[in-house]
């Protein structure tokens, strides 16, 4: 079992050893500037004024140990290309002065953005799903990791643990705290919030119902609240719509962003949260799934299936809607768009096609919209059985690039090699949807190969000098990043692992 963890931890990066094959090389001291703490940077991670990225690598062997778990922070340069100096800093439980153990998952999911921590950069929220609790084996933690200098000019990392007791809950065996992380935007008080998934949260009698816990940041993240279904908010507010169920895994997704939702001080655009619960049990049927969608001030909540008025497709047992979800930037000309994946969908007799559901946002409402898959006109390829159409999304950030990951896509003679397909949004005009993306596009780090799964995750990068989308191939030998230029007219070009990597990619910071 783990040993008791400390809540903060401090450490001077060149105290530390190397971490198996995974050595912690911060830049020279005299790159370390304060930018941030005068123009906070959005992913700047280290305090150079130049944009970073962070890479999850679950399964990453840490001091020997496989599945320890690393996350890699790649450092921007001069050049301007986010995370392309060659500069890397890998962070490991290990670095934070814990012991790995086999099996925690560290880095299963990463976020980085401004956190509020000490007025300074972004910080890295890191999911740890599989580390043990005390006697509470794969109960999951979180870690708030900040890069600051300290007096003398020698970088050092500080990192907050957060743990379900924060929120009032409990740490038990299997709830994967830690499986889905989220930074979100500035709420109304200024306060950046931290959202935690934990699908694994048994709910009474109801095994993996799923929670979320939410942490408001001030000089440290401190418990705002365990959100589950049927509960209400903080502070007595809206009671959460559905009823927990086994094998809900609600909290299994995130989304964060600007929505119109109804609220008591009157009409206007506020911050709220996506959450997906891919396994709930909707009209008797399990797996059919869902996504709850909650206003900042929790005083609105509104729960979406496939048998909500309006919306394509019927709930089905195993169809996963909720799966995966995406929330693009509202505009002064253009609304918000919800994208929920449902992978698990059929396609008569054809299992596991997958599907894609988008809900525009009007009138304080989320309206249902079309509904696509590869059988939809004009989408590349065909509906076939286990390719799982959706089951990653990510929208650009200028809203209107989509990519929708189907990681199970066969390539020719290449079972599960994995595709990614854009999708358009032009205004008023319909979606269009471009020649697929796979391995063989120019840029990529490798090639189509069978059991690839390219597309497994998705993200979006928004830095001072470019935006990005990024393709994920984590099986591809140690895994690669294919990263993509949204509408800078960059060239395409791949982050690639180091010695000692097993899945990188699994994860990547948007």
Not at 150 to 165: I, K, M, N, R, Y
Not at 187 to 211: I, N
Not at 236 to 248: C, S
Request: charged share 20%.
């Amino acid at each position: 079992m783990n040993t008791p963890r400390r809540p903060v931890v401090t450490l001077a990066l060149g105290g530390l050893a190397a971490v198996s094959c995974l050595v912690l090389a911060p830049p020279g001291a005299d790159a370390l500037a304060t930018a941030c703490s005068v123009t906070p940077g959005s992913t700047d991670f280290n305090g150079d004024g130049f944009d970073d990225a962070a890479v999850g690598d679950p399964e990453a062997t840490v001091a020997g140990v496989r599945g320890a778990g690393a996350v890699t922070v790649l450092l921007g340069g001069p050049g301007g290309r986010v995370g392309d100096s060659g500069d890397r800093v890998v962070v490991t439980r290990q670095s934070l002065g814990e012991t790995p153990e086999a099996g925690d998952r560290f880095g299963y999911d990463v976020a980085l953005a401004p956190t509020g921590h000490d007025g300074r950069c972004a910080g890295l929220l890191v999911g740890a799903p599989g580390v043990d609790v005390g006697r509470a084996v794969d109960a999951g933690t979180a870690y708030v990791v900040s890069d600051l200098p300290d007096a003398e000019g020698t970088p050092s990392l500080e990192a907050s643990v957060l743990t379900q007791a924060e929120v009032g809950g409990a740490a038990e065996a299997g709830d994967g705290f830690g499986h889905a992380v989220a930074i979100t935007a500035t709420d109304q008080e200024d306060r950046r919030r931290l959202v935690v998934g934990a699908p694994g949260e048994d709910v009474g009698s109801a095994t993996d119902a799923g929670s979320v816990s939410v942490f408001e940041m001030d000089a440290e993240p401190e418990g705002l609240a365990e959100l589950r279904q049927g509960r209400r908010g903080p502070l007595g507010a809206v009671r959460l719509p559905g009823t927990p169920q086994t094998g809900d895994r609600f909290g299994a997704a995130l989304a964060s962003g600007p929505l119109d939702l109804p609220e008591t001080s009157g009409t206007e655009v506020g911050l709220a949260l996506v959450v997906g619960a891919p396994g709930d049990t909707v009209s008797g049927r399990d797996g059919a799934g869902s996504v709850t969608v909650l206003q900042e001030k929790y005083e609105h909540a509104v729960l979406l299936s496939q048998d909500t008025p309006g919306v394509p497709g019927v709930a089905e047992p195993a169809d996963g809607f909720g799966a995966s979800v995406a929330l693009n930037a509202r505009t002064s000309t253009q609304v918000a768009t919800l994208a929920v994946g449902v992978p698990g969908e059929d396609a008569g007799r054809v299992s596991g096609t997958g599907l894609v559901t988008l809900f525009g946002n009007t009138g304080e409402r989320l309206v249902p919209g079309r509904a696509f898959s590869q059988a939809t006109a004009g989408v590349p390829g065909a509906n076939e059985a286990g390719d799982h159409f959706g089951a990653a999304l990510a929208f650009g950030h200028h809203g209107t690039t989509l990519l929708v990951g189907v990681p199970d896509e066969d390539i020719g003679r290449s079972r599960d090699a994995g595709a990614v397909q854009r999708v358009t949004f032009a205004g008023s005009a319909p979606l269009a949807f471009p020649v697929s993306l796979n391995e063989n596009a120019a840029g990529t780090a490798g090639s189509v190969g069978t059991d690839n799964h390219f597309g497994r995750a998705l993200g979006a990068l928004s830095g001072s000098t470019e935006h990005l989308l990024t393709v994920s191939s984590p099986y591809a030998l140690r895994g690669s990043v294919f990263v993509l230029s949204d509408g800078d007219r960059v060239p395409a070009r791949s982050w690639v692992a180091a010695v000692g990597a097993q899945r990188f990619g699994w994860s990547v910071s948007s």
